[in-house]
């Protein structure tokens, strides 16, 4: 490994190198972050972040304000070190009534066969909604902290931790309690409700965005993806807090009971719940419960339920653990809350890919803290269920993180009319169908719907469908925010002049971009028909149309004429593999007045090739492949079209009928499957070394 350069010696060097840094990072995060097209490995971008952080801890004096070093918005870490825990971090038996918990009770005094007089002492404390975390101190020093991760092993957070508010970087020393030499002390890094607010209002100010969301969700999530950063200069700009609820490796536990190691853990230097008591009975800790949960919205944070455990550790050990969760402890969750409003009106959300879901527009109401002002309807059969209509009041319900439901209306009154749901999309006006045996409707105005529009011309370009180099999610995402794109027959009239303002040095880009549109004006059919998107249009189903009507062309006018000519419909479903469903999509289709619009255009733009069975004999005609784990250099739908452009079938699961297995990076169950049966495995190179031999 090089080793790195020498410090600058100067001022004057160090603000050079500096400016470099801060220039050059900020270039890579842009590269990263808007243009979706990192440019540098992880390690390369990590050296310089590295960099930036020695010279500016040697030259303290120079750090800007707008150091990168200070900035937020970096990417959740994907590659932090993995670390095996010394114990597992084990998870919690939940329950949801009073009654669950007297049996809880009940089961340990059986486990123990305890006397019927012999009281059991409970800790009681809230549970906190965040991610916990394990702190390992040695001789004293912190020295590791890990996340739970899969519960044997965790992510290494220790830098981050640093930076945690509650978290000391040494335990305290007092006259009457040495830290033992082991000591993990384990609890839930958090995010404060206040500090989420203010987070996420930064966040909106600045633009920055976090993932590809533009804010957090709720502390909890703000609280991970703050925690989980390779920079932790980032974990650092965030505001979070610990508290203590448990220890795992210890070289001694300085208490008998888990109240008074909680209190060790307190004189020791972090913090405890304040709400944590130690209690004699069911009906006090019921009463606790209580008490916390008439608290809850008052908390500073967001808190789900109450964990109770076995106060004398003895017995804790005793009782160990089922599965991954321990005897001794439970967490007795609130029930999710709940409110009266007024539905004021129900919207139709289109999303992505066309689906129509109702949105109920609820008169503002507080539940549990929270202000909601709406609710799902999930579908049309849930409307139905629930009979609602606007002007209804109506019970929602929140639980926890998910969309508030509708759970009852109050004004069900089944003599009225039911609502009705729309019959035409309301982004584009297309038709809404719903398909035979689905709950979903649908618009049908694939190429033409706005909502439906950036994911469509994604897929229209993307490797398995036209490819067109250059023209990627990014690139597209920007040019339909611009305008430039509405239907797939835009991108062939995109022109130099709309290009080129829009990179600095755009030139060569913008002459490479319309020449790989230019290269795909006469595509490929199958390619091309896959390409628009048509529900249940796979790649093999697109090449069995082809295979049997020759042209795109033919298949359009086929699906035309089955509107309302049974006798063309029968010819559609005799198509090998197409059943009434294809047929039915393939129909709604080219029914659509706004789909046939578009296809005319783009058949205005494109001449697709006619359909040629291409006769490649290879070594896997006729046989059966899999394709399992990351291919680098190929998207699984090119992959597969290859498989089939030489004869071969393509499966999604590994049986007796398998012939070959094509492993990419990351390929597990099916991989060892197919070994143990014997199966040939090849991996991508061996794959594309098959592909090549063909010719
Ligand atoms: S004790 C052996 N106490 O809840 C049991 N957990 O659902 C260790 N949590 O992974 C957990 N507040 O992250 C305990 N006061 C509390 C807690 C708490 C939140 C989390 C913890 C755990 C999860 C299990």
New binding site residues.
Partial sequence: MATDPALPQTDEEAVAELARLSAELAHHNRAYHTDDAPEISDAAYDALVRRNLAVEAAFPHLVRGDSPSAQVGAAPATHLAKVAHARP????DNAFSDEEVAEFVQRIRRFLSLAKDEPISLTA????D???CSLRFEKGLLVRALT?GDGTTGEDVTENVRHVAGIPRHLTITPNLTPPDIFEV?G?VFMKKSDFADLNRELAANGTRVGRAKQFANPRNAAAGSLRQKDSSVTASRSLSFLA??VGEASYVPADTQFELMQAVEVLGLQV?NLMARLNSLNDVLDHYRAIEAERADLPFDIDGV?Y?IDRLDWQARLGFVGRA?RW?L?HKFPAERAQTTLNAIDIQVGRTGKLTPVARLEPVTVGGVVVTNATLHNADEIARLGVRPGDRVVIQRAGDVIPQIVENLSRDDTRAPWGFPTHCPECGSDAVREEGEVDIRCSGGLVCPAQRTERLKHFASRGALDIEGLGAQQIEDFVTDGLLHTPADIFRLTQAQLLPRKKDGKVWAANLLRAIEAKRAPDPVRFLFGLGIRHVGSITARELLKAFGTVQAIAEVATRAHDDEAARAEIEAVEGIGPIVTQALIAFFAEPHNREAWDDLLSEVAPEPFVQVQRTSQVSGKTVVFTGTLETLSRDEAKAQAEALGARVSGSVSAKTDLLVAGTAAGSKRKKAEEAGVRVVDEAGWLAIVAAAG
């Fill in positions: 971090m084990l998870s919690l404390e809230p549970k906190i965040g991610l916990s739970r384990r839930e609820h448990g719940s964990v455990k321990p402890a967490a």
